[in-house]
DNA sequence: GAAAGTGCCGAAAAGGCTTTCTGCGAACCG
DNA sequence: CGGTTCGCAGAAAGCCTTTTCGGCACTTTC
């Protein structure tokens, strides 16, 4: 009665074992596992048994090395400790799973050579595409059309428009951010965004621009640039405050900067939402449910990135390459620091 | 004087291909490329020549197959998200990458259905050893004895002492913490921590009490346990100055819940570090760095217990397995929230 | 000058699986 | 009842690489 082979997991099960136990050939064997027909009911139904009394699992390398095709592919990353890449991998891996495909996990940590170096890593273990995630949403150069498996760039496009590129839709993230400030009645907007380097500050700064002059109105004052920290919230919320105190809503380029701004607003005693409205950038949950009121903030659907860039990696390696740079949208999530209650 | 051979990267360059271009034979081919003795130096250059002019690179496949050893590693998570997975995955990955090995990245998202399936996927890809990394402190099930490759746990150790589990060592880490706060004089510390059904929470705790104790001194009130939020940080210390004014230090369970302390502090007009020093736990720089003064805390050194857990792995790789848990230490970072800038 | 040794190269097997193709007995048709 | 299908099982080739072993042409040794 009980289990007559509890070894079975030990070692080195092989469809040979299998075939054996069952009396019949490998050819038989692999036949009735994998469902094709040619293979009598009761014979596939022994073979089954033989399967599991082994608890037999195929080598996949073997089938790969058959198949050309292994069900496997790398994801290339350059910053994992950041805040995009988790998301979106695991929005990739999300969309993996679903289809029992296996992720490599790189991260280049920004060093060109090394990124080379995984690349020829990750093909020679055959891959059947790669997914590269940038750290910034400014463009990076692209791994060349040379590669003989697809490539799907996601987060920071691809130099080569020859490529595909998933981004975020900055400007339009900055247009929302604005439309729902002025949707709550604001009229008095002032942009303090983080470091002028990077094209996400520029590109949200260039949609918030395009929404208030769609709508009559214009920015209190400059856009203040400065850098992605709660210090250079707090400071430069101090020096608009004195210059300008009229307004009633600072739209932040960032979580981290809200919150800076939300600290010295308090300092001046400035009530938020009623006084000022404060808005934020990514919707870091983190920094979002603990400012006071919560933060409103403009989520970047990460994680739909990541499940769009491996829909179009299958897609790619189906045989429907696209190209060009597909930004996604992004959506205003509503809290307390823009709204009353 | 052009690159003869554009096309090279395209598909399939088999050392077949490199041997007849060479003209020697395939077992030839792959001698003169692994260093092999037995090959004279002229027909080992003409390969390696041949090899380069197709940028040849060996399908390691079918090298693993034969070789029963793939040189890949299966990382399990089970919060991608989470503040700990991702260090000591860099950590591992950090480790591994040293010498070549890649990893195949899984988050089970805490559902044990979905680890089994991808503990079986990753066996069924052959890695050569796996490490679970956990979301909390709190012991999990043994992926059992029976797998036929090492595992390692990382952060939640297993439940069976005869695996092998990497943990941080939360008591010593309660422990250094008092201590430090003791060495800066001060001698009414309070305690604010987290969730209590988190082992983490409890074992920093039994750490800062005994340390306490043996500097001949107590916690001022009980041990404050809620919730990981700023939030419970803010309201835990306004009541606790309103009980018992007279302290001088907060220790707190967490960067965060440290976050809200130091708001409620500012708001009763209590300064930092001068008045009340304050510090937190887990090093989150986003966090620490954002505060005023900066927040002293005490780093798990994430990093490094991914890359014992990587060495660990590969020692058991190699044959060497351990068991048991092993606990790292932590190291207090000071910063302006103990001591005056 | 024959026997033994050396240095290099290639044929072949192995690793686990899938697939094609062949073969064989049974069922069918006329 | 002879011939054709049909259903089902097995033999064998193939995927790509590494490694063992045998063989060939030399050189060395008495």
Not at 24 to 50: C, D, I, P, W
Not at 250 to 256: F, K, N, T, Y
Not at 259 to 282: C, I, Q, Y
Not at 313 to 335: H, Q
């Amino acid at each position: 009665m009980n289990n007559a082979v509890p070894s079975s997991a030990s070692r080195k099960v092989t469809l040979n074992d299998v075939a054996r136990l069952a009396g019949v050939s490998v050819a038989t064997a692999s036949k009735a596992l994998n469902g094709r027909k040619q293979v009598r009911a009761e014979t596939r139904a022994r073979v089954v048994e033989a399967a599991e009394q082994l608890s037999f699992s195929p080598n996949e390398l073997a089938r790969s090395l058959l198949a050309d095709r292994t069900g496997t592919v790398g994801l290339l990353t350059n910053d994992l400790e950041g805040r995009f890449s988790i998301p979106i991998l695991m929005g990739a891996e999300d969309a993996f799973g679903a289809d029992s495909v296996a992720v490599f996990l790189c991260d280049a940590r920004g060093d060109a050579i090394r990124e080379k170096h995984h690349v020829q890593a990750l093909l020679s273990r055959r891959v059947d595409g790669l997914i590269v995630v940038g750290s910034r949403t400014d463009p990076r150069p692209s791994l060349g059309r040379e590669l003989p498996v697809p490539v799907v760039y996601a987060y920071a496009p691809s130099e080569d428009p020859e490529d595909l590129s998933i981004v975020v839709d900055n400007v339009g993230a900055g247009r929302s951010a604005v439309d729902h400030l002025v949707s709550t009645g604001r009229t008095r907007i002032a942009h303090i965004t983080g470091d002028p380097t990077y094209g996400a500050s520029q590109e949200r700064a260039e949609g918030a621009l395009a929404a208030l002059a769609d709508h009559g109105l214009s920015l209190v004052g400059e856009v203040r640039f400065g850098s992605w920290t709660e210090s250079w919230g707090r400071a430069a919320a101090s020096m608009l405050l004195g210059q300008h105190p009229e307004l009633d809503a600072i739209l932040c380029g960032s979580d981290q900067v809200a919150r800076g701004v939300m600290d010295a607003l308090r300092e001046h005693g400035r009530t938020v939402p009623d006084d000022v409205a404060v808005m934020g950038f990514d919707n870091w949950e983190i920094f979002t449910s603990g400012a006071r009121p919560a933060l409103t903030s403009v989520d970047m659907n990460f994680e739909r990135l990541g499940r769009v860039a491996a829909q179009r990696l299958f897609a790619a390696i189906d045989g429907e390459p696209r190209s060009g740079v597909e930004a996604l949208d992004t959506r205003v999530v509503i809290r307390g620091s823009t709204v009353p209650g």
